[in-house]
């Protein structure tokens, strides 16, 4: 069973500049999560789909990310324009849903350094 | 609403040593407690997870935790450490029961170095 994708695995823009990731979440889970992971912290929920509606974003940086789950399956995270602070590994998850939450597989992450 | 604290940034042991990694979490409604492991330049792996029943968890590659409701409490422990299980530790928790949307809140980490 393939798990889950994301890419690119690393990436590196100057600030203001503007950067999407794409994720791939295994086959037939309905739950799709994003989380960002600054170093040396846990990681923290961004936002939540389920299937394409969104279930949580409420800390999700409206002014400056967004993220879309068109027909369900994959997801674009994007950030514009960013700062510093953004610098982290963004973490894609997927479960076959809500209901089994406690069963989230993760991707690799990308790591994104903003200078 | 919920936290985790994970009482140790960094835990140095040397390699066939026991070592526990502490967990504590706060909330005001039942929690699903989960531990992950990760490697560098890696995704997070589910080491173990507690849902219900017996609150003492085996996971795999021999670590195992314990569920302290009274203390709110999720230690990890492993017996005999190997050079291979220097990494970071996340302790995590899923708040249970309607109106809760599987989100993981997870704690600080924590830095396990095994060293030979």
């Known amino acids: 069973e393939a798990g889950v994708a994301q890419s690119p695995r690393y990436k590196i823009i100057e600030k203001r500049q503007s950067v999407a990731f794409w994720c791939n979440p295994i086959s037939g889970h309905a739950t799709l999560y994003w989380y960002q992971q600054i170093l040396g912290q846990g990681p923290k929920l961004l936002i939540q789909?389920?299937?394409?509606?969104?279930?949580?974003d409420s800390q999700l940086p409206k002014d400056r990310f967004s993220a879309e789950r068109l027909k369900g399956v994959d997801s674009t995270l994007k950030i514009q324009p960013a700062k510093l602070e953004d610098s982290a590994v963004y973490l894609c998850a997927s479960s076959f849903g809500t209901a089994r939450s406690y069963e989230q597989y993760f991707g690799p992450g990308t790591r994104l350094t903003v200078t | 609403a919920q936290s985790v604290t994970q009482l140790d940034s960094q835990v140095p042991v040397f390699e066939e040593a026991p070592v526990e990694l502490r967990c504590n979490y706060s909330s005001s409604v039942s929690v699903y407690l989960f531990w992950y492991v990760q490697y560098p330049n890696q995704g997070l792996q589910l080491l173990l997870k507690?849902?219900?029943?017996?609150?003492l968890v085996k996971g795999i590659n021999g670590f195992e935790a314990e569920f302290n409701k009274s203390q709110t409490s999720f230690h990890l422990r492993k017996p005999s450490v190997h050079i291979s299980d220097t990494a970071e530790y996340f302790c995590?928790?899923?708040?249970?029961?309607?109106?809760?949307?599987?989100?993981?809140?997870f704690g600080q980490g924590t830095t396990l170095q095994v060293k030979p």
């Open positions: 507690y849902l219900s029943g017996s609150t």
């Open positions: 789909f389920q299937n394409n509606g969104v279930v949580d």
């Open positions: 995590a928790v899923i708040p249970v029961g309607s109106g809760n949307t599987g989100k993981l809140i």
